[in-house]
């Protein structure tokens, strides 16, 4: 067995225990299944996100560098040897994993790790786009890369299923993949089953100790639900992806007369120093205090990790979260 096997192994063994000790990111994450896949499963051919065929010889040592899937590789054992640590939730077992070599964000990432990590398989996207990708497959060079970057106008429900299918199909997982798909499905029909149309929804982002608008379209965490379940915007004003909200007074937010608030607390994850916690910024302000949403605390805010994750699992706890919001508001 190479070093490397034996080092993908040993990753394989501690991901496998630590798994299940529990550290789940989020209540909806799937049990542990550790199991390799077959000793003729590879080499295989899939179709990427983006559109390229890619033949994949072994997966052995696997380099994950979109945040959406650290979950996974955590829940599936998936052999991961090199990964942007600085990115992955406190929650996940891969945080510290002496194992894994970390090459630290998408801003400033250590490419040198990949190199030294050698994989033999990249999934690659979502923060590590454009010159950053081409910086991991220059580190990679005989690595499959798998690039996990959708057309942006496909629809978030079916890039979740597509994407989740792709990694069933790479790591020999597709039972598994297609158990998660139905446990999404399953919660995208509660929350739409639970929702009236009638009732008003505004997303808002914490960032530094202040309220910031979410626009419905693109707006950071909340945008996917307005899409997922066709809700009706309390406010519907131009905005931008900002990772922070956009700039919109306190005031128009308190005008809106929301009757769900939808929150992505970033502090929560990123914040630095003494901040407040979303729902307490919130019942707080003085500007939002008529607002129906807070009247009722009808209130659902994205797990605390939601920032660093955005993946299917803090989506289905969402969901349900929703669900249960919207059978009271």
């Given at each position: 067995?190479?070093?490397?096997?034996?080092?993908?192994?040993?990753?394989?063994?501690?991901?496998?225990?630590?798994?299940?000790?529990?550290?789940?990111?989020?209540?909806?994450?799937?049990?542990?299944?550790?199991?390799?896949?077959?000793?003729?499963?590879?080499?295989?051919?899939?179709?990427?996100?983006?559109g390229n065929q890619v033949t994949i010889e072994s997966?052995?040592?696997?380099?994950?560098?979109?945040?959406?899937?650290?979950?996974?590789?955590?829940?599936?054992?998936?052999?991961?040897?090199?990964?942007?640590?600085?990115?992955?939730?406190?929650?996940?077992?891969?945080?510290?994993?002496?194992?894994?070599?970390?090459?630290?964000?998408?801003?400033?990432?250590?490419?040198?790790?990949?190199?030294?990590?050698?994989?033999?398989?990249?999934?690659?996207?979502?923060?590590?786009?454009?010159?950053?990708?081409?910086?991991?497959?220059?580190?990679?060079?005989?690595?499959?890369?798998?690039?996990?970057?959708?057309?942006?106008?496909?629809?978030?429900?079916?890039?979740?299923?597509?994407?989740?299918?792709?990694?069933?199909?790479?790591?020999?997982?597709?039972?598994?993949?297609?158990?998660?798909?139905?446990?999404?499905?399953?919660?995208?029909?509660?929350?739409?089953?639970?929702?009236?149309?009638?009732?008003?929804?505004?997303?808002?982002?914490?960032?530094?100790?202040?309220?910031?608008?979410?626009?419905?379209?693109?707006?950071?965490?909340?945008?996917?639900?307005?899409?997922?379940?066709?809700?009706?915007?309390?406010?519907?004003?131009?905005?931008?992806?900002?990772?922070?909200?956009?700039?919109?007074?306190?005031?128009?937010?308190?005008?809106?007369?929301?009757?769900?608030?939808?929150?992505?607390?970033?502090?929560?994850?990123?914040?630095?120093?003494?901040?407040?916690?979303?729902?307490?910024?919130?019942?707080?302000?003085?500007?939002?205090?008529?607002?129906?949403?807070?009247?009722?605390?009808?209130?659902?805010?994205?797990?605390?990790?939601?920032?660093?994750?955005?993946?299917?699992?803090?989506?289905?706890?969402?969901?349900?979260?929703?669900?249960?919001?919207?059978?009271?508001?």
């Amino acid at each position: 067995m190479t070093k490397r096997r034996l080092a993908a192994a040993a990753a394989l063994a501690l991901a496998s225990v630590l798994a299940f000790t529990g550290c789940a990111a989020t209540p909806a994450a799937t049990e542990p299944t550790a199991s390799a896949p077959a000793a003729d499963y590879y080499p295989v051919t899939v179709t990427d996100m983006a559109g390229n065929q890619v033949t994949i010889e072994s997966a052995d040592s696997v380099a994950v560098t979109d945040n959406r899937f650290f979950q996974l590789a955590t829940d599936w054992g998936l052999p991961v040897s090199v990964a942007p640590l600085g990115l992955v939730s406190p929650n996940n077992p891969m945080k510290n994993d002496a194992s894994i070599l970390s090459i630290g964000t998408h801003s400033e990432p250590d490419f040198e790790k990949i190199v030294a990590a050698d994989p033999d398989l990249v999934i690659n996207g979502y923060r590590f786009g454009g010159d950053t990708a081409q910086g991991v497959k220059n580190a990679a060079p005989n690595a499959a890369f798998i690039d996990m970057t959708g057309p942006k106008d496909m629809p978030i429900d079916e890039y979740t299923v597509r994407s989740i299918t792709l990694m069933g199909e790479i790591f020999d997982k597709k039972d598994e993949a297609a158990a998660l798909v139905t446990k999404f499905r399953t919660a995208v029909d509660n929350a739409k089953a639970a929702y009236k149309p009638e009732k008003k929804v505004l997303g808002v982002i914490t960032s530094g100790g202040e309220i910031n608008y979410a626009n419905p379209t693109d707006g950071r965490g909340s945008s996917v639900f307005f899409q997922l379940l066709g809700l009706t915007p309390a406010l519907d004003v131009s905005g931008s992806e900002n990772h922070t909200g956009d700039s919109v007074s306190i005031e128009m937010l308190g005008q809106s007369n929301a009757d769900v608030l939808l929150v992505l607390d970033r502090d929560a994850a990123v914040g630095t120093g003494d901040v407040k916690p979303a729902l307490e910024l919130i019942n707080g302000s003085a500007a939002l205090a008529a607002v129906p949403a807070v009247v009722n605390q009808s209130i659902e805010v994205m797990p605390g990790d939601y920032y660093l994750t955005e993946d299917v699992f803090a989506y289905i706890t969402v969901l349900d979260g929703l669900a249960e919001v919207f059978k009271t508001a």
